[in-house]
């Protein structure tokens, strides 16, 4: 999802210190084409399975608390930013149908580079993955069989903490011009290296990945 912005991984999920070349973030970062609508499910020897299979071990539902979750290994805000949220708050806790869905839509989007290592070996294309832009259907309810356990509040409590602020990659950036343009402590090192898990490479960058600013 390794966007994994996904992962990124997707969403992982363009330039970096110097701005990547428009064509290919144009090529990378979009893929154009009508909306299609929902295939039948894909079945169980998918490409989808092939890449659960590298990213997770084919474990649909594991939350390793890297902040990436699912068989898939969404980055939680590519999974919102997807709708997947329709489906459960976290991937991991949607079903493998749920997630392949949300991972349809991201691979329209950003291509295949939103798993940039398993989805070549998978063989991931937007053919393959039957990628889409139509609206997510209604595919199963939520995966209640996982236990949340929430601690009382107590009486006086401090705010929350913000939530991290997002940036999303549009054409012609770099980590330089965004660090610069937020002002990130250290610059696009910085940048990176608070991102590195969704961008492994600093000089690729996707049109419409999402980054975090620290």
Not at 64 to 78: D, E, I, S, V
Request: hydrophobic share 35%.
């Amino acid at each position: 999802m390794t966007p994994r912005f996904v992962r990124s991984r997707p969403f992982r999920r363009a330039a970096g210190a110097t701005a990547a070349a428009g064509t290919m973030l144009a090529t990378a970062g979009v893929i154009a084409g009508p909306a299609q609508a929902a295939p039948a499910p894909l079945d169980a020897g998918s490409v989808w399975d092939h890449v659960a299979s590298c990213e997770s071990s084919g474990r649909w539902h594991v939350d390793t608390h890297n902040h990436f979750y699912g068989g898939l290994q969404f980055w939680h805000p590519t999974w919102d930013d997807f709708g997947g949220t329709k489906y459960a708050p976290r991937a991991d806790l949607a079903t493998e149908r749920q997630q392949i869905e949300v991972a349809r839509r991201v691979l329209a989007t950003q291509g295949p580079r939103a798993w940039p290592v398993c989805g070549k070996r998978a063989k991931l294309t937007v053919k393959s993955g039957a990628a889409t832009q139509a609206a997510l259907p209604n595919v199963g309810p939520y995966l209640r069989s996982v236990p949340v356990h929430t601690a009382p509040r107590p009486a006086h409590h401090k705010p929350r903490t913000p939530r991290v602020q997002r940036y999303r990659v549009t054409s012609g950036d770099s980590l330089s011009t965004i660090a610069q343009h937020f002002g990130v402590t250290g610059g696009w090192q910085s940048l990176w290296q608070y991102n590195r898990t969704n961008v492994p490479n600093p000089n690729v960058i996707l049109i419409g990945q999402l980054l975090q600013i620290p």
